[in-house]
């Protein structure tokens, strides 16, 4: 039996003026849940708090068996193939769908990036190869449309009305993430200057007036400057947490031993004041990622490990970096309160905050954050908890495997 997952998310309404006969169907085969949210983010518009697609309908199947079976049906305008299925495994899986639908073109999405198996796809018959690592919106629209046009090179009026119909998509989307820029731009000032205005006074009345002032009323002025200061950490989380969706990641040859030891000392106050136990595993191991937001991602991770323990509990964190096939994985475990069964698919949700503001006060965004920048990077991201005992989180990204690119990597270096 097929089933075809989550394409009730894709609904047909808010597309004034576009019949569904000019919608393309789009046949996403992707196992890893992470990747395929965000592609499918990245392939709809959020209009009156709805989903919707103003160019194509989506489906997704997690098994190449049951995309074969949904092309065998006909009716697929394009394929987005994973290389890597539980029931096949690389260049395999895309001649078995070119086999099965001959004339219907595939991109390979995948979360390698090797140059070899990028040219061997596109001789096997693939109109593109992209790595997931440095995939955002635009650019996989952009290459539905060519792989589009040179899969029907023939004059097609039908399909031609479809591809126009896309790429309007296109420059809608890098008009709106224009849009975004700029408004992220005036919330981050418009929001922060009387934030910091309020901070100011506040500390003013409290230095200014030390007689003038009775008990109550500093205790008051310390929490309006406390209030001011969770406001400000919250616009900043948001507007960190928005730009990740804008701005293009420049993945490159990165040390996940060194990205642990950038991200300690940037919380190396918390760890102190805490008196925090961490443990790091000396392993080196290098991925493809954007050194810079990793840092983030696992300042997040470990700010979380140290701040989410029991009152009169001394943290104590380990973090460990190994070898998942040709994926490494870096695992951060700890002693803190843990997370109920029910609500481990909720904690890399924004703004989900499964413990109260009150003993462990936040935004409510970090591994939202998380969440975001690793699945931008083509990785992959995860939980494991036992509440009262502790948790476990990981991060999963792609090794470097090649030594064609460890030389790319020493040459680029050199430059």
């Known amino acids: 039996m097929v089933t075809v997952r989550n394409t009730a998310m894709i609904e047909d309404g808010g597309m004034k003026g576009v019949r569904l006969g000019e919608q393309m169907h789009v046949l996403m085969i992707e196992d890893n849940p992470a990747d395929a949210r ?60 070119l ?27 693939a109109k593109d190869f992209l790595w997931k690592g440095r995939l955002d919106g635009p650019m996989l629209l952009q290459s539905m449309v060519r792989s589009l046009s040179l899969q029907r090179p023939e004059p097609d009026r039908e ?39 309020i901070q100011g006074f506040s500390r003013a009345l409290s230095e200014d007036f030390p007689n003038d002032i009775d008990p109550v009323a500093r205790e008051y002025v310390d929490r309006i400057v406390e209030a001011s200061r969770k406001m400000e950490e919250t616009v900043v989380s948001i507007l960190e947490y928005s730009k990740l969706e804008m701005e293009r990641l420049a993945n490159e040859v990165v040390d996940l031993g060194s990205i642990v030891d950038v991200a300690l000392s940037s919380i190396d106050g918390e760890v102190r004041e805490r008196d925090a136990r961490v443990s790091v595993d000396p392993t080196m191991a290098e991925v493809y990622g954007n050194g810079a937001m990793l840092v983030i991602a696992v300042r997040n991770i470990l700010r979380n490990a140290v701040k989410f323990v029991p009152q009169g509990t001394r943290p104590d964190v380990q973090v460990s970096i190994y070898r998942i096939n040709d994926r490494v994985r870096l695992a951060v475990e ?21 413990n109260g503001g009150r003993a462990f006060p936040g935004t409510g965004l970090g591994l939202a954050t998380v969440a975001r ?25 792609p090794m470097v495997t090649s030594e064609k690119a460890r030389l790319k990597h020493l040459e680029e270096l050199l430059d």
């Not at 086999?99 to 796809?121: C, F, Q, Y």
Request: no cysteine; proline share 4%; net charge negative.
């Open 334 to 354: 700890d002693n803190g309160i843990g997370i109920k069964p029910e609500h481990l698919d909720r904690v890399f949700e924004p703004f989900e905050r499964l």
């Open 99 to 125: 086999t099965a639908s001959p004339k219907v073109p595939i991109v390979v999405v995948s979360g390698i990036n090797d140059d070899e198996i990028a040219r061997l796809a596109v001789a096997e018959g």
């Open 373 to 397: 920048i690793v699945s931008r990077m083509g990785g992959t991201y995860g939980v494991e908890s036992t509440p009262g005992v502790g948790s476990r989180f990981w991060i999963e990204l």
């Open 159 to 197: 399909m031609a009305d479809r591809v126009g119909l896309l790429e309007r998509h296109v420059a809608d989307i890098e008009s709106s993430n224009k849009e975004l820029e700029a408004f992220a731009r005036t919330v981050s000032h418009e929001l922060r200057a009387p934030i910091r205005a």
């Open 38 to 97: 965000l592609i499918k983010e990245y392939l709809t518009d959020l209009r009156e708090g709805r989903v919707v697609t103003t160019a194509f309908k989506l489906g997704h199947v997690d098994r190449l068996s049951s995309g074969l079976e949904l092309l065998d049906h006909g009716g697929v305008d394009l394929v987005l193939l994973d290389l890597s299925l539980p029931d096949s495994q690389g260049i395999e899986t895309l001649r078995k769908a």
